[in-house]
């Protein structure tokens, strides 16, 4: 596969200093960075962004987290590995990632399951980082940004 072209938020500097900007912002909000990183793995992990599974896998590693971990993120609630708190973050994360799968996606219940573990700022950071992926898989996809490269 070959790339298209670069990310458009690399062509267009005010857009990556917007990114940026709220990237830095989540990593304030309160939420553990291995909570964030698992998050922001498998929401590229749901969409097939090789690219950012290899740069999150990277930046996970940096923030402290296992390769047995990583290796089980795709699998979570089979695996005894995460915390009640991580697996709440990760079915925000699949239920704010899958959309168009069902009609509320992001369920009462998901809520309510984040919500005794997380704030209301942590909670921001969250779905700002649940939503920051999606937006950097979808133009990574649509680019076929080749996986290899790091932002960490």
Not at 12 to 30: R, S
Not at 117 to 122: A, V
Request: aromatic share 6%; net charge negative; hydrophobic share 45%.
């Amino acid at each position: 596969m070959t790339e298209r072209m670069k990310n458009p938020a690399m062509i267009l500097p005010d857009a990556m200093t917007g990114i940026q900007n709220i990237y830095k912002a989540t990593y304030k909000g309160g939420v553990p960075a291995t909570t964030m990183e698992l998050v922001h793995l498998r929401a590229s992990q749901i969409n097939g962004c090789s690219a950012c599974i290899f740069g999150g896998i990277d930046s996970a590693k940096k923030h402290g987290e296992t390769d047995e971990r990583l290796h089980q993120v795709v699998a979570w609630r089979e695996s005894n590995l995460f915390t009640d708190a991580e697996r709440a973050a990760l079915a925000m994360t699949e239920a704010a990632t899958r959309l168009a799968d069902r009609p509320d996606a992001v369920t009462d219940e998901i809520w309510d399951a984040a919500t005794d573990h997380f704030d209301e700022q942590q909670l921001a950071a969250i779905v700002l980082m649940i939503g920051l992926t999606n937006l950097f898989n979808r133009l990574n996809t649509t680019v076929r940004a080749q996986a290899g490269a790091t932002w960490s």
